[in-house]
């Protein structure tokens, strides 16, 4: 029902910016919420941000508070994930998820999911 694209990965050097799209297809949403978690070889995939659709109310990991920024357009059915300072610890499968409910650092409470992009930062 809910399809998932991800799009905007690359190899950028420390202290770079990227901005990775998430474009939604399938259906619209009045309320729920988008995610990006990632997931670096050999670790746990792990919260990164969340957005409301409807009020736009945003939650961040502290890993990534100040230096990445999560937007919608609902017109377009797309999130994006602004990317500023990268370190290579930022290295990572960057993929988004979809609720039906609201933003959540819980990856098992989105029930939709992109198939993720890759994100280099070399030092």
């Known amino acids: 029902q809910v399809q998932l694209v991800e799009s905007g990965g690359g190899l950028v050097q420390a202290g770079g910016s990227l901005r990775l799209s998430c474009a939604a297809s399938g259906r619209t949403f009045i309320s729920g919420a988008m995610g990006w978690f990632r997931q670096a070889p050999g670790k746990e995939r792990e919260f990164v941000a969340a957005i409301n659709w409807s009020g736009g109310g945003t939650v961040y990991a502290d890993s990534v508070k100040g230096r990445f920024t999560i937007s919608r357009d609902n017109a377009k059915n797309t999130v994006y994930l602004q990317m500023n300072s990268l370190k290579p610890e930022d290295t990572a499968v960057y993929s988004c998820?979809?609720?039906?409910?609201?933003?959540?650092?819980?990856?098992?409470?989105?029930?939709?999911w992109g198939q993720g992009t890759q994100v280099t930062v070399s030092s």
């Open positions: 998820a979809a609720s039906h409910w609201g933003a959540t650092i819980h990856a098992n409470t989105y029930g939709y």
